[in-house]
């Protein structure tokens, strides 16, 4: 979802956030919900739903004017009921892909925790291996992407969450195993929904 995420907030008019990059964040300043999530963290441990719904929540009221794109939120139906009581939520894309899949190029995935940039060990992999190409800083793999936590992942009750949004008419599904194969349709769909950047601008990214 990361690929399709920066396709489609380079082709249209939307603020992306990701779950895991605001508890990141809250962790590197050392606020009271990143000491908090990097406990559960330590243990194993998803962290929970409160935490979770708690920094989405609080980032959102600062971009009240502006459309944003959720990266990994909500996973469960309690996340869902919160950020629903909020917020109105226009469109949600559910990925169809074999979760094999899915497992094997999240756990080659690394980044550099200073500035975000992401590396796949299989199709496009740092100069240097285990450091970032620009800083030569070395960078490591997110929590959500170990194997173990992935694992654990899962095995979380998504269908729930998808019957959740199903009914309110706002769920749309993309099958597929590769990006290029699935953002056409995803492209076509949100031209109708998401005002563009670059109304003239092709499909290709």
């Given at each position: 979802?990361?690929?399709?995420?920066?396709?489609?907030?380079?082709?249209?008019?939307?603020?992306?956030?990701?779950?895991?990059?605001?508890?990141?964040?809250?962790?590197?300043?050392?606020?009271?919900?990143?000491?908090?999530?990097?406990?559960?963290?330590?243990?194993?441990?998803?962290?929970?739903?409160?935490?979770?719904t708690?920094?989405?929540?609080?980032?959102?009221?600062?971009?009240?004017?502006?459309?944003?794109?959720?990266?990994?939120?909500?996973?469960?139906?309690?996340?869902?009921?919160?950020?629903?009581?909020?917020?109105?939520?226009?469109?949600?894309l559910?990925?169809?892909?074999?979760?094999?899949?899915?497992?094997?190029?999240?756990?080659?995935?690394?980044?550099?925790?200073?500035?975000?940039?992401?590396?796949?060990?299989?199709?496009?992999?740092?100069?240097?291996?285990?450091?970032?190409?620009?800083?030569?800083?070395?960078?490591?793999?997110?929590?959500?992407?170990?194997?173990?936590?992935?694992a654990k992942?899962?095995?979380?009750?998504?269908?729930?969450?998808?019957?959740?949004?199903?009914?309110?008419?706002?769920?749309?599904?993309?099958?597929?195993?590769?990006?290029?194969?699935?953002?056409?349709?995803?492209?076509?769909?949100?031209?109708?929904?998401?005002?563009?950047?670059?109304?003239?601008?092709?499909?290709?990214?």
């Amino acid at each position: 979802m990361h690929t399709l995420a920066l396709r489609i907030t380079k082709h249209f008019r939307l603020k992306k956030f990701s779950s895991w990059d605001l508890i990141r964040e809250n962790m590197l300043r050392d606020t009271e919900i990143g000491v908090l999530a990097k406990v559960f963290m330590d243990q194993g441990k998803l962290i929970p739903d409160d935490v979770m719904t708690r920094v989405t929540l609080h980032q959102l009221k600062n971009f009240s004017q502006e459309s944003w794109l959720l990266c990994g939120f909500p996973r469960t139906l309690r996340q869902a009921e919160a950020l629903d009581r909020v917020y109105q939520i226009h469109l949600v894309l559910n990925l169809n892909v074999p979760s094999e899949v899915i497992q094997q190029r999240l756990s080659a995935r690394w980044i550099h925790p200073g500035s975000g940039r992401v590396y796949n060990l299989e199709f496009k992999p740092p100069k240097v291996v285990g450091v970032d190409d620009l800083t030569g800083e070395p960078f490591v793999q997110r929590e959500d992407d170990r194997p173990e936590t992935l694992a654990k992942h899962w095995v979380l009750p998504t269908k729930p969450v998808l019957e959740y949004y199903r009914k309110k008419g706002v769920l749309e599904t993309f099958s597929g195993t590769e990006t290029n194969e699935i953002w056409p349709c995803m492209h076509a769909l949100l031209q109708t929904k998401v005002p563009q950047i670059d109304p003239k601008a092709s499909v290709i990214p």
